[in-house]
């Protein structure tokens, strides 16, 4: 669970930070903040921004 949350964090920090993202890749993130890893291991998920 600490790992989940510190990942969420990292993804978070990068949204709110200067770094350059695509809105593809922003969209993606916000997209899927939050979501149970199980719902991430969904075939919809698999390759998210390519």
């Given at each position: ?24 890749v ?17 075939p ?7």
């Open positions: 669970m600490q790992q989940y949350y510190y990942a969420n964090q990292l993804l978070i920090d990068c949204l709110n930070s200067n770094c350059q993202l695509t809105d593809v922003r969209q993606d993130i916000q997209a899927s903040l939050f979501l149970p890893i199980k719902e991430l291991s969904q919809e998920w698999q390759g998210a921004g390519n």
